[in-house]
């Protein structure tokens, strides 16, 4: 159940409350995604999705999803698949991925924490 309510008193600003149930709910579908980041010149989602699968040679398929600032969500069907990319690569073709956690943060967000 989502319970939607104020945070303090600036209506604006609300707070979801999830219960565990719905949370493991909703972060089940990212079981299997990797967050990758483009460095350099950027280049198209087909681009990029043929890049990727060239380079993984993956068995089954896997979507990607730009969530801007050059990272992207790569989801696959397959979790053979998602464990192959995380223990043998390549993982550096202009891009770094990163397991996906509640608690990620881009680098430009680390850089900014370290320096305060």
């Not at 303090?8 to 972060?27: A, F, V, Y």
């Not at 010149?41 to 990607?64: E, H, N, P, T, V």
């Not at 202009?94 to 881009?106: A, K, L, P, V």
Request: with cysteine; proline share 3%.
């Amino acid at each position: 159940m989502i319970n939607l309510m104020a945070r303090g008193e600036d209506p604006r600003c609300p707070t979801i409350r999830l219960s565990k149930e719905e949370k493991l709910r909703l972060r089940n579908p990212w079981k299997k995604a990797l967050i990758v980041k483009l460095f350099g010149r950027g280049m198209g989602y087909l681009q990029l999705k043929r890049g990727l699968a060239a380079k993984w040679a993956l068995k089954g398929d896997f979507s990607i999803i730009d969530v801007g600032y050059d990272y992207y969500i790569v989801g696959f069907s397959n979790m053979d698949d998602y464990d192959h990319v995380m223990t043998q690569g390549p993982w550096l073709i202009r891009i770094t991925i990163s397991q996906y956690g509640s608690g990620f943060q881009t680098l430009s967000s680390m850089k900014n924490q370290s320096d305060t």
